[in-house]
């Protein structure tokens, strides 16, 4: 227990660290340069994005946001999160008083606190209060999942000592086993919201497996060359559940879980029926000059990317140490890209400043296999466009659907 805290005091230190270098170089910026959004410009995207249906806002309600709001005067990270978790508690403690007289409206309001409590750990749990406020995010969906029909199982996988927690879902009524698909979360979404996307392959009789990616969420590693591991260790388990077809199994990814899918399409190739990712990293991403000129200061990304990024490395101290190590996770430099792959829908956008677009071309380039594209000309990050191709109507309308033909077909596509 002692190590788990030094652990956690640690990476809140670090993630300091790193902050604390960026707003020095936010104050030396010239005019035009890159620079993060001050807390103010902060309040003024978020509840913009809140009032749009952009992530990572999706399904608040600006009205809370703005709440939220009245109490954070500061970047401090723990007085950001008391200032959701202030508004998510009266969702939560009502929630609880409703669950027998009103389960419909104890549900909603679980939800609510779900999202706003996640949002106040957002990008990731760097402080004693973020921290907490990820707690609390998980016992409000835990609360929220008890109305899963089909019901959500909690599952723990060992590994090397410890072990991986996932959230799994099988559909009603199967009369043998089912396919399935395993979920991997980008850098600061996390398994529950794949958990709460992915509700919609139930009805066609697929199950899905919903995990943290390496350093992220509960995740018991962090990112390395090796971190796949990882991931096989899941579809170990898929494949020893009997209520599982061990011979269609899927994988998706958003983000950095793009990544897992993609380098699993290669390593795992055998053992998957077809990986979807979107935007996934490939190799000019991890390339110290992207990092230094598209991932610093991106505007896209709502704030903190760099230190969040460096934050699920293993062993990564420093912006410097970053830059030099990133390029040994690019799968060309792993010598993986251009071997043998499972059949893929790859899903991007042309305008996206947080994995280049030339990552997914090179993508598409390589491999045995035909793969599926989906690439937005007017997109960003994962393809989405603001009032056009928001992120559910990508999931339901291109996702869900190749998916869903991937593992019903008997056999494996050629």
């Given at each position: 227990?002692?190590?788990?805290?030094?652990?956690?005091?640690?990476?809140a230190?670090?993630f300091?660290?790193?902050?604390?270098?960026?707003?020095?170089?936010?104050?030396?910026?010239?005019p035009?340069?890159?620079?993060?959004?001050?807390?103010?410009?902060?309040?003024?995207?978020?509840i913009?994005?809140?009032?749009?249906?952009?992530?990572?806002?999706?399904?608040?309600?600006?009205?809370?946001?703005?709440?939220?709001f009245e109490?954070?005067?500061?970047?401090?990270?723990?007085?950001?999160?008391?200032?959701?978790?202030?508004?998510?508690?009266?969702?939560f403690?009502?929630?609880k008083?409703?669950?027998?007289s009103?389960?419909?409206?104890?549900?909603?309001?679980?939800i609510?606190?779900?999202?706003l409590?996640?949002?106040?750990?957002?990008?990731?749990?760097?402080s004693?209060?973020?921290?907490?406020?990820y707690?609390?995010?998980?016992?409000?969906?835990?609360?929220?999942a008890?109305?899963?029909?089909?019901?959500?199982e909690?599952?723990?996988?060992?590994?090397?000592?410890?072990?991986?927690?996932?959230y799994?879902?099988?559909?009603?009524s199967?009369?043998g086993?089912?396919?399935?698909?395993?979920?991997?979360?980008?850098?600061?979404?996390?398994?529950?919201?794949?958990t709460?996307?992915?509700s919609?392959?139930?009805?066609?009789?697929?199950?899905?497996?919903?995990?943290d990616?390496?350093?992220?969420?509960?995740?018991?590693?962090?990112?390395?060359?090796?971190?796949?591991?990882?991931?096989?260790?899941?579809?170990?388990?898929?494949?020893?559940?009997?209520?599982?077809?061990?011979?269609?199994?899927?994988?998706?990814?958003?983000?950095?879980?793009?990544?897992w899918a993609?380098?699993?399409?290669?390593?795992?190739?055998a053992?998957?029926?077809?990986?979807?990712?979107?935007?996934?990293?490939i190799?000019?991403?991890?390339?110290?000059?992207?990092?230094?000129?598209?991932?610093?200061?991106?505007?896209?990304?709502?704030?903190d990317?760099?230190?969040?990024?460096m934050?699920?490395?293993?062993?990564?101290?420093?912006l410097?140490?970053?830059?030099?190590?990133?390029p040994?996770?690019?799968?060309?430099?792993?010598?993986?890209?251009?071997?043998?792959?499972?059949?893929?829908l790859?899903?991007?956008?042309?305008?996206d400043?947080?994995?280049?677009?030339?990552?997914e071309?090179?993508l598409?380039?390589k491999?045995?296999?035909?793969?599926?594209?989906?690439?937005?000309?007017?997109?960003?990050?994962?393809?989405?466009?603001v009032g056009?191709?928001?992120?559910?109507r990508?999931?339901?309308?291109v996702?869900?659907?190749?998916?869903?033909k991937?593992?019903?077909?008997?056999?494996?596509?050629?």
């Open positions: 227990m002692m190590s788990r805290r030094f652990q956690f005091a640690f990476n230190l670090l300091a660290v790193v902050t604390a270098f960026m707003a020095s170089a936010q104050e030396s910026a010239q035009g340069e890159r620079r993060e959004r001050t807390i103010d410009e902060i309040k003024v995207e978020a913009h994005r809140a009032e749009v249906g952009q992530y990572p806002l999706i399904g608040l309600d600006p009205a809370d946001v703005k709440e939220a109490t954070i005067h500061t970047a401090d990270k723990d007085e950001w999160a008391a200032g959701f978790m202030r508004v998510a508690d009266r969702y403690n009502e929630a008083s409703l669950e027998k009103d389960p419909k409206k104890a549900d909603a309001d679980y609510r606190a779900w999202r409590y996640s949002f106040g750990r957002w990008p990731i749990p760097a004693p209060g973020k921290q907490r406020s707690e609390k995010a998980l016992e409000a969906f835990l609360d929220h008890k109305f899963f029909d089909p019901p959500l909690v599952v723990h996988i060992p590994f090397e000592g410890k072990e991986i927690i996932a799994l879902r099988l559909p009603k199967a009369t086993p089912v396919p399935i698909v395993i979920a991997v979360n980008g850098l600061d979404s996390r398994k529950e919201d794949l709460e996307s992915f919609a392959i139930l009805p066609f009789g697929i199950g899905y497996l919903a995990v990616g390496p350093g992220t969420g509960q995740n018991p590693i962090k990112v390395s060359e090796t971190s796949d591991r990882m991931l096989s260790k899941v579809i170990d388990y898929a494949q020893s559940r009997p209520e599982i077809d061990k011979t269609r199994i899927a994988m998706h990814g958003v983000s950095w879980g793009a990544y993609t380098k699993m399409a290669i390593v795992e190739r053992r998957l029926r077809g990986c979807s990712a979107q935007s996934p990293p190799d000019h991403f991890f390339q110290k000059e992207f990092l230094m000129t598209s991932l610093l200061g991106n505007r896209e990304y709502l704030f990317q760099v230190p969040a990024l934050n699920i490395l293993d062993g990564i101290h420093t410097n140490e970053m830059g030099d190590y990133l040994r996770l690019s799968l060309v430099h792993q010598g993986l890209l251009g071997k043998p792959m499972a059949p893929m790859i899903l991007a956008g042309v305008k400043t947080q994995v280049p677009i030339d990552d071309y090179l598409l380039s491999g045995d296999t035909p793969k599926v594209a989906w690439i937005n000309p007017s997109g960003g990050h994962l393809g989405r466009q056009v191709w928001p992120d559910p990508i999931f339901k309308e996702i869900i659907p190749w998916l869903v991937t593992l019903q077909s008997p056999d494996k596509p050629l």
